[in-house]
């Protein structure tokens, strides 16, 4: 595609639900990051996938959180049992390959749990 | 990780030359230095990427002294686009090192 592309664009839920969030990198890229921003403060990195695979997890705050690359394209952030703290802009990102951090971002979801 | 640090805001006016200065002391021998701007409601847009001395592209330079322990970019006859959050970041070229502090917002008027 043009683009990266996420979905859906907003979302709100209500506290100890599921929610699950969509992003479909640019053709062809084989990398693909997530990233949860909060008002006010840059990116916080949470997970990259290389192709099909979890490459790097290491910023997932906890096992509520669970990402999935099934194809190595389409990616699915989940979390289960939302909690208040975890309102945020989700962006997703992708890149062509490891190590090049021409990072690609789409416009994100703004997730609201009430 | 090396640390960043960048004034939170700045100010200018169109048509200046608008300098945005990060301190990176901890910068380690792997370590790039990168350079995202963000729009609100949008997500990150690379600008610039450099190891050493200086880089240019059609939209910025990017400055790195001999020691790398700051950088500055320099954008040039800024206008009202350009208006926008600017991140320094600095790692390995890892995803996971290049961190993103709270960015310098640039606030260019009339």
């Known amino acids: 595609g043009a683009g990266v592309s996420q979905t859906p664009s907003n979302k709100v839920t209500e506290k100890g639900k599921y929610v699950e969030l969509r992003c479909d990198p640019i053709?062809?890229?084989?990398?693909l990051y997530w990233y949860r921003q909060s008002l006010g403060q840059g990116p916080e990195f949470l997970i990259y996938?290389?192709?099909?695979?979890?490459?790097?997890d290491s910023g997932l705050p906890n096992d509520r959180f669970f990402a999935v690359r099934p194809e190595g394209s389409v990616s699915t952030l989940k979390i289960q049992r939302t909690e208040r703290g975890d309102s945020a802009v989700y962006l997703c990102?992708?890149?062509?390959?490891?190590?090049?951090?021409?990072?690609?971002f789409g416009q994100g979801t703004r997730l609201t749990v009430v | 990780l090396a640390k960043t640090t960048q004034p939170i805001s700045m100010d200018s006016y169109e048509g200046q030359e608008v300098n945005i200065t990060c301190s990176h002391n901890?910068?380690?021998?792997?370590?790039?230095i990168t350079w995202y701007q963000q729009f609100p409601s949008q997500g990150p847009r690379f600008i610039i990427q450099?190891?050493?001395t200086k880089v240019t592209n059609e939209v910025a330079s990017l400055f790195i002294p001999a020691d790398r322990k700051s950088s500055t970019l320099s954008l040039p006859r800024v206008s009202l686009s350009d208006t926008a959050v600017y991140y320094c970041?600095?790692?390995?070229?890892?995803?996971?090192?290049?961190?993103f502090g709270k960015g310098t917002m640039l606030l260019v008027s009339p």
């Open positions: 450099g190891y050493k």
């Open positions: 990102a992708s890149s062509k390959g490891t190590g090049n951090t021409e990072a690609f």
């Open positions: 053709s062809g890229h084989t990398a």
């Open positions: 996938f290389q192709g099909t695979g979890a490459a790097d």
């Open positions: 901890n910068i380690a021998t792997n370590d790039y």
């Open positions: 970041l600095v790692g390995d070229l890892r995803p996971s090192t290049l961190t």
